[in-house]
């Protein structure tokens, strides 16, 4: 039986927390979804320090990454991450309100996967999650060595 992977949702909005754990619920995802609320949350977690200190839940299948965060913003969590061996294969997904140019350009340049823009609409908002959640978590098969990817120092 193959091992789900969780998804690491890293987002400081209350609102936006639910109703992305709401939309990833209604597309029937099975994977566990582990929410940090800043990016120095996120990169505990993917350190396996501080709050998640000894989990051994392994890498994440997908990253949704915020950038307009408190403490550690969602571009400075993907440079670390892209230029760290260990974590730069993971895959991460910008889910932002930021329209703005430089942010997307940014995006990239660091190593960002994906790219999307949060819908105000309710159901739109809902429909981006759900096509983003069962490609990343589903459908992508991750580089080969990664499936069963463990934490750095677990």
Request: aromatic share 6%; hydrophobic share 45%.
């Amino acid at each position: 039986m193959k091992l789900l992977k969780r998804i690491l949702l890293v987002e400081d909005s209350l609102q936006d927390v639910n109703l992305t754990l709401a939309a990833l619920g209604e597309h029937n995802l099975a994977n566990e979804v582990v929410v940090a609320r800043d990016g120095a949350e996120a990169l505990d977690y993917l350190h396996a320090r501080g709050a998640f200190a000894g989990h051994e839940n392994g890498l994440p299948a997908v990253m949704l990454l915020d950038i307009k965060m408190p403490k550690v913003d969602g571009l400075e969590v993907l440079r670390q991450m892209k230029s760290d061996p260990a974590l730069k294969t993971v895959p991460v997904v910008m889910l932002t309100s930021s329209r703005e140019e430089p942010d997307l350009a940014k995006s990239y340049a660091l190593g960002a996967n994906a790219y999307v823009v949060k819908p105000v609409d309710f159901q739109q908002f809902f429909a981006a999650v759900e096509q983003v959640g069962a490609f990343w978590a589903v459908l992508n098969q991750p580089p080969p060595g990664t499936a069963r990817a463990a934490h750095p120092g677990s």
